[in-house]
């Protein structure tokens, strides 16, 4: 639930609306993040949208799916609820099946290609104990020939997410359900991020 009433109910107009009809074009409640999202959206919505347009869907080594992982990985290592349910079900949309939870697990589901698989626990490094991290974790990385633009491109993603993380548990939006979540899956995998 969010805990500032700004954000539930401070929206301009234009948020207003898109808030009213939201329920209207994608035929589902709009999630919280949305809330978020419209709240102040030159502000913060729509160059947060573009970002992630950029970084989850611009050209890179990592297939969608693999950055959509990424995303849920990181956002589970940051224990953030609403981040790490979205983007698994983005992921195992992408990727056919529940890979999410499987690779959380230690798990190596060959959905998941080796690179994005030795990718994991740099960016669990980077994401639980950055002040430790070495130019020697790039090794295993590099045995995986792994480009320093992919690892550069995964550093990005776990940028987004720990930063989203700590916004939406800051505000407390509240997890999907079900419906609200394929709903929500679909969509951001087929048209992406820009609102």
Request: with cysteine; charged share 25%.
């Amino acid at each position: 639930m969010i805990r500032l009433s700004n954000v539930r109910s401070g929206h301009a107009f234009l948020g207003k609306l898109k808030l009213a009809v939201a329920p209207l074009v994608f035929g589902l409640t709009p999630p919280d993040i949305m809330r978020v999202l419209f709240y102040r959206p030159k502000f913060f919505g729509k160059p947060m949208g573009h970002l992630h347009q950029d970084v989850l869907r611009g050209p890179s080594d990592w297939t969608v799916a693999e950055r959509e992982l990424f995303a849920a990985y990181v956002s589970a290592k940051n224990r953030c609820r609403f981040c790490k349910q979205a983007h698994t079900a983005v992921a195992d949309r992408a990727l056919g099946r529940s890979v999410v939870d499987e690779v959380l697990a230690g798990g190596t589901p060959k959905e998941v290609s080796a690179k994005a698989l030795a990718m994991l626990p740099f960016l669990e490094k980077l994401t639980i104990t950055p002040e430790a991290m070495r130019a020697e974790d790039l090794e295993p990385l590099r045995g995986a020939n792994i480009a320093d633009a992919a690892i550069a491109d995964a550093v990005y993603v776990c940028m987004l997410f720990c930063a989203m993380n700590r916004m939406v548990d800051a505000i407390g939006c509240e997890l999907m359900g079900v419906d609200q979540l394929d709903k929500v899956a679909r969509m951001l995998l087929e048209k992406g991020y820009e609102l």
